[in-house]
């Protein structure tokens, strides 16, 4: 689980700028990568608009063929009465908006549950992943994702993440950053070489920084291009 500070972003043209938080049952390779992923996107190829969305995504080979965002297929089972629904739009507020996050495999019916709020306390069932779209995350997960992502174009120069601020007190930050067992009881990770660590792909455009309270600072101005 987590809690994700919200932003928007202008000039999004063909990008994709998100922040996320993503459960993974890795495989012998990537193509048997199975991952339930939920949290905030600007993009405006998947939305028409480049407002800030609330999103899910899943897959089961990597993302070669199976999976979708939101409810785009089947796979994500939303249920009645939710306090959002993927793809809704979200009103960031320039970062005063924070979501809370929380992905777990309940122990009654073994599916893969996500939970959604507007602070740690309050959080309330969005829908679920049933277990049985899954082959290497049927039983359990064995690495959670927290971070940002960013997509361009080749040749074209990479968005901002986050608040398009470097790691720091301008800068976005995931909170309330933890694991949670089968009854969705969080409990804290422990710090590197047994748990969280930082990995950064593009040190020249974006960075992470940990810190204490279950928190990390992270995003960056983008500009990077390939």
Known sequence: MSTFDVYGMKNVNNQI???????VGRGKDFSSHNAAIAGWTVSPSEYGDSKTHFFTRWTVDGYKSTGCYDLKCDGFVPVQNAPTTPGDT???KNGKLKITIKIFKKKDDGDWWLYFGYDNQSLRAVGFWPKSIFN??????????????????????S?????????GIHSAVVRDVRFVDDTGRGYKIDPWPGGLFASISHKKCYG???????MF?????GGCTM
């Open 90 to 92: 979200l009103d960031h």
């Open 217 to 221: 600072y992270y995003g960056g101005p």
């Open 17 to 23: 700028s998100s922040s996320h938080m993503c459960v």
């Open 159 to 167: 968005p901002a993440m986050g608040s398009g601020h470097w790691p």
């Open 136 to 157: 290497n995350m049927a039983d359990h997960a064995n690495l959670v994702e927290w971070g940002g992502y960013t997509f361009s174009n080749s040749g074209s120069a």
């Open 208 to 214: 992470a920084v940990l810190s204490v309270d279950e």
